[in-house]
């Protein structure tokens, strides 16, 4: 899969859901399905989009014992999934049985990523709440490597992060990368963002976008925006 733009349908019902990629008519964007819209609408909601032609990133973030998230991947590769993720902070163990989990009878099975130290968890929240006493960029590239060890695909992470994952993990180590805002754009919680151009520089293979185009007058002109910015 290529470079592309995945719009986050944080949405809190199939049926706004629906009515939302009704507005792209034939265009079939890469949609991101999260705990919201899954929590709400079941895994129904997965089968109808997919069954609508979009690929589908599956963002529910998994983190339990590994026989547990083995288990519950095995459920979710049946959903047919483009990309599916989980929490690196589960252990390099737990990476490695999701992948068994995910993986299908006939060896294929949906790309898995890692989300590595939030980013709404600072160095201060990792201190004293975590009791992790490292610079918080060196945790996330630790957790970036036990993915990679561990046989995943990739990560989530910010496109500032994009360079020095590809650096330590590789060039074919995926960066999907939430935090993107148009330059003339509202900022909302996002706290360090970059445009879709700026991502596309900074070598991100895929962009996370929610609001800068759920909420746009015209979202489909913001969606088509995006993707001349970053795939050209
Ligand atoms: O609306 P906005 O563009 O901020 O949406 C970004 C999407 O990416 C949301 O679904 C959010 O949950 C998700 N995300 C994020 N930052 C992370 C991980 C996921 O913004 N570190």
Redesign the pocket.
């Known amino acids: 899969m290529g470079k592309d733009v995945i719009v ?1 349908c ?1 949405f809190d019902s199939a049926e706004k859901t629906l009515a939302f990629l009704d507005n792209f008519k034939g265009r079939k964007p890469f949609v ?1 399905i ?1 705990m919201e819209l899954f929590y709400a609408a079941g895994p129904q909601i997965v089968r109808d989009i997919k069954a609508r032609g979009h690929k589908i990133f599956l ?1 529910l973030k998994l983190h339990d014992i590994p026989n547990t998230v083995k288990k519950a991947m095995a459920v979710l590769s049946g959903l047919d999934v483009d990309i599916c993720n989980l929490h690196a902070g589960g252990t390099v163990a737990m990476m490695q049985a999701a992948l068994e989990g995910l993986t299908r009878p006939d060896g294929t099975r949906p790309l898995l990523i890692a ?1 590595t130290m ?2 709404s968890t600072d160095q201060a929240a990792m201190e004293n709440d975590l009791w992790i006493e490292k610079p918080l960029p060196e945790v996330v590239m630790h957790y970036a490597e036990n993915a990679k060890k561990a046989g995943l695909d990739g990560v ?1 992470c910010s496109p500032l992060e994009s360079p020095v994952v590809h650096e330590r993990c590789g060039a074919e180590f995926l960066t999907v990368t ?3 805002r148009f330059a003339d754009g509202a900022v ?1 919680d ?1 706290k360090r963002v970059t445009t879709p151009a700026r991502a596309k520089e900074l070598g991100s293979d895929y962009i ?5 185009i ?1 909420q746009a007058e015209d979202p489909v002109a913001a969606y088509e925006r995006c993707v001349a910015e970053f795939v050209g």
């Not at 996370?208 to 800068?212: A, E, H, I, K, M």
């Open positions: 986050a944080d991101k999260g963002d989300v939030l980013t989530v939430p935090g993107v909302g996002q996370v976008v929610g609001r800068p759920t």
